[in-house]
């Protein structure tokens, strides 16, 4: 992984940081703490290894060429308002910047993270490439609409991280890439056939049938973010520990076995029932995370 923090000095005196200056979060520390989460949470199956890291001392640059300076952000963000929009990042720029499609194609990287500031205008996860598909975002097209960037052999996935927030949030965006990719891994299977329908099912959307839910939704919430609800249903949930071979074993849970509302807690604990099995089943592997880690290994 190539890991690119945009950490602007904006207190020229001191030479601190946007983010020490705000009292946000050292964003190595994140993602090391992200990197082991991982490593945990998959069994072992996803093991993030950073091979190199760039701070800038720039704000990222927006998508029509606008770039914050120290004065103005800051007074954006003390007014809670004023921000510039457009406000997506010009990814063209950016990548290009680091020599990201160059280091994909020689195998030096296989991945890139961005770490930077609230309205950096990074999507949460984007991916690039031949075939690239929608990853919780617009996929970036091989060479893109504007041709600034090299001809790309290989898919790989852009994660965008705000340092002003804490790692159940990186957890987080990691989880919509999951669904993303893995929706598109069972695009084309159908009713019991879709094993993943099966795994994000939830009381409110399947009565009675609840497995282990989705990033937003655990096995009882009954609205977006519910990860603290003490309401007792029935889930499967622990069957998927054992996959490929699922029993049907059902038991009661409440909020309190993922965390009583904490959201890393939670991503945690569904990351985990993620199968992460040898073999194929129905032509697709038992190990997801497989998919996830790579998404050129989606046909």
């Known amino acids: 992984m190539l890991s690119v923090a945009h950490a602007p000095i904006v207190d020229p005196r001191s030479g601190r940081t946007l983010a020490q200056v705000m009292g946000w979060y050292d964003w190595r520390r994140q993602e090391a703490a992200f990197v082991s989460d991982v490593a945990l949470a998959s069994h072992g199956r996803l093991r993030f290894d950073v091979v190199d890291r760039v701070e800038i001392d720039e704000f990222a640059p927006l998508v029509d060429g606008f770039r914050y300076d120290a004065q103005g952000y800051l007074g954006c963000w003390q007014r809670r308002s004023g921000f510039h929009t457009p406000e997506g990042v010009d990814y063209h720029a950016l990548l290009?910047?680091?020599?990201?499609?160059e280091r994909v194609n020689s195998g030096e990287i296989d991945e890139v993270w961005l770490f930077g500031?609230?309205?950096a205008g990074y999507y949460e996860s984007m991916m690039v490439g031949p075939g690239a598909f929608w990853c919780n975002a617009p996929p970036l097209p091989d060479g893109g609409a504007r041709l600034t960037l090299p001809r790309c052999g290989r898919?790989?996935?852009v994660m965008g991280f705000s340092y002003e927030r804490e790692v159940g949030c990186m957890l987080e965006n990691l989880g919509h890439r999951a669904e993303s990719i893995m929706s598109h891994v069972y695009r084309d299977h159908r009713g019991g056939n879709n094993v993943w329908d099966h795994f994000t099912r939830y009381e409110l959307l399947t009565p009675g049938r609840a497995s282990c839910g989705n990033v937003h939704f655990a096995p009882n919430s009954t609205h977006d973010y519910d990860w603290?609800?003490?309401?007792?249903?029935?889930s499967d949930c622990d069957d998927w520990l054992a996959?490929?071979?699922?029993?049907?074993?059902?038991r009661s849970v409440t909020c309190a076995d993922w965390g009583s509302g904490d959201m890393r807690a939670h991503h945690l604990w569904w990351f985990e029932r993620m199968p992460h099995a040898e073999g194929e089943?129905?032509?697709?592997?038992?190990n997801w995370w497989s998919y996830i880690g790579d998404p050129n290994t989606v046909t």
């Open 96 to 101: 290009a910047d680091v020599r990201a499609v």
């Open 117 to 119: 500031f609230p309205y």
């Open 155 to 157: 898919r790989f996935v």
């Open 228 to 234: 603290g609800n003490s309401l007792e249903i029935l």
């Open 243 to 250: 996959f490929p071979t699922l029993a049907g074993r059902r």
């Open 281 to 286: 089943t129905d032509e697709i592997l038992n």
